[in-house]
């Protein structure tokens, strides 16, 4: 099956700074990325659609300037969470979504577990 | 409201039962509807799909039912090992525009040996 890797698996940082978290996929051209937050013992919500050489779609709810997506080639999507505090420590994880009409599968990176101190 | 809901509670089981675990949703008419496994601390993994006009699917020891009137989807884990213990995603998915999955909270599984 298709590969999606991402980066970091943990990262720690400090309250105020960015973080950028990268997913790419490794074995296919992915022309749209799902991003998805989980917080413990919680469904994934996603966040964002990013889309090749467009603008991300964002759902409702989620702020798009502290939560910057780009998706800069159809191989890499980047999260970046900026200015990060305590309340956006989380599970972020990427996705390529299922193809040919949702029949089949969709792909997950492993995962970043975000801490912010 | 739209509602996807899975056993909150986790699920025990002894080695070599059958688990089910339940996942109904209100106020959806997904296309598909996916099952995932995830263990602590990384992506799900996908495990089976079934179609709206599909009864039943199996895949060696897993099967799962979708019952688009009663809006609920079984998932069945037979002859289970405490390898299956992980929690499981019940996922929507809905046709056009990027495939969207809308995900259950999950049941987390645990089988005793």
């Known amino acids: 099956g298709a590969v999606v890797s991402q980066h970091p698996s943990r990262v720690i940082c400090k309250s105020g700074t960015s973080v950028k978290i990268e997913c790419r996929s490794l074995?296919?051209?992915?022309?749209?990325m799902f991003w998805y937050r989980q917080f413990p013992k919680q469904s994934l919500m996603l966040m964002a659609t990013?889309?090749?050489?467009?603008?991300?779609?964002?759902e409702q709810g989620v702020e798009k300037d502290k939560f910057l997506i780009n998706h800069a080639s159809l191989t890499l999507s980047t999260l970046t969470v900026t200015s990060a505090h305590p309340e956006d420590s989380s599970f972020y994880i990427c996705?390529?979504?299922?193809?040919?009409?949702?029949?089949?599968?969709?792909?997950f990176g492993q995962g970043t577990r975000l801490t912010v101190v | 409201s739209q509602k996807i809901e899975q056993n909150s509670e986790a699920l025990n089981i002894q080695e070599g039962k059958t688990a089910t675990l339940t996942c109904n949703y209100t106020?959806?008419?997904?296309?598909?509807l996916q099952w995932y496994r995830q263990d602590p601390g990384r992506g799900p993994v996908f495990l089976l799909l079934?179609?709206?006009?599909?009864k039943e699917k199996r895949k060696e020891r897993l099967k799962v039912t979708f019952d688009t009137t009663l809006k609920q989807s079984l998932f069945h884990i037979t002859a289970s090992q405490p390898a299956d213990s992980a929690t499981y995603l019940c996922?929507?998915?809905?046709?056009?525009?990027?495939?969207?999955?809308?995900f259950g909270a999950g049941t987390r599984l645990a089988v005793h040996p």
């Open positions: 996705s390529a979504p299922p193809v040919a009409g949702g029949n089949t599968e969709a792909f």
């Open positions: 074995d296919f051209q992915a022309t749209t």
């Open positions: 990013s889309n090749e050489g467009s603008k991300a779609t964002y």
């Open positions: 106020n959806y008419s997904p296309a598909y």
């Open positions: 079934i179609r709206e006009n599909e």
């Open positions: 996922a929507l998915v809905f046709s056009g525009g990027y495939n969207k999955l809308i």
